[in-house]
T-cell receptor, first 111, second 110 residues
Framework: NAGVTQTPKFRVLKTGQSMTLLCAQD?????MYWYRQDPGMGLRLIHY???????AKGEVPDGYNVSRLKKQNFLLGLESAAPSQTSVYFC??????????FGPGTRLTVT | GEDVEQSLFLSVREGDSSVINCTYT??????LYWYKQEPGAGLQLLTY?????DMKQDQRLTVLLNKKDKHLSLRIADTQTGDSAIYFC??????????FGAGTRLFVKA
């Protein structure tokens, strides 16, 4: 039982490049989330999903897209990376009305 | 809108008690959580309390909830160097939405 896993762990992009972050969970959770963590700002919700095939915008969705084609996977895409997207990205999952379980994070640097 | 506030730093000596405080604004919060984040890792749930409780104790951890003042605290007894981490307070009204504080970085001096 791996819990929540994220791929990759680190990535460096040049401005304008694109990439996809993959999140996978093996706990059969309905809800999945993408957050970014910046110093002194806690966690900010980018997008979330309440079930397979559904996604919704969170607090800071601009510049990101997501897809949830399978219940266990939640993908976060950056179409044209900007330096402001340098951050640590965390994926999480939860059952309905329960605590969230987090992945180990992806550290992204955009130069 | 909803907000969760915490102080950013706390420093204690090994063996002392640590108290991390948090205030929140949403009076309809159902669950209140404490998460721990160690360096280079994701957040892990430490403990949680339902909004209809005043206190919860779990080994070295004690959570106190003052609903009137919307104040939550986490007390760690006999703090160890392994407790050095960032502690996040979070509130949820149920369903999918959870609001996190900015985190309190706990330093434990040997």
């Amino acid at each position: 039982n791996a819990g929540v896993t994220q791929t990759p762990k680190f990535r460096v992009l040049k401005t304008g490049q694109s990439m996809t972050l993959l999140c996978a969970q093996d706990m059969n959770h309905e809800y999945m989330y993408w957050y970014r963590q910046d110093p002194g700002m806690g966690l900010r919700l980018i997008h979330y999903s309440v079930g397979e095939g559904t996604t919704a915008k969170g607090e800071v969705p601009d510049g990101y897209n997501v897809s949830r084609l399978k219940k266990q996977n939640f993908l976060l895409g950056l179409e044209s990376a900007a330096p402001s997207q340098t951050s640590v990205y965390f994926c999480a999952s939860s059952s309905i009305d329960r605590e969230q379980y987090f992945g180990p994070g992806t550290r992204l640097t955009v130069t | 809108g909803e907000d969760v506030e915490q102080s950013l730093f706390l420093s204690v000596r090994e063996g002392d008690s640590s108290v991390i405080n948090c205030t929140y604004t949403d009076s309809s919060s159902t669950y209140l959580y404490w998460y721990k984040q160690e360096p280079g890792a994701g957040l892990q749930l430490l403990t949680y309390i339902f909004s209809n409780m005043d206190m919860k104790q779990d080994q070295r951890l004690t959570v106190l909830l003052n609903k009137k003042d919307k104040h939550l605290s986490l007390r760690i007894a006999d703090t160890q160097t392994g407790d050095s981490a960032i502690y996040f307070c979070a509130e949820s009204t149920g369903g999918f939405k959870t609001i996190f504080g900015a985190g309190t970085r706990l330093f434990v001096k040997a």
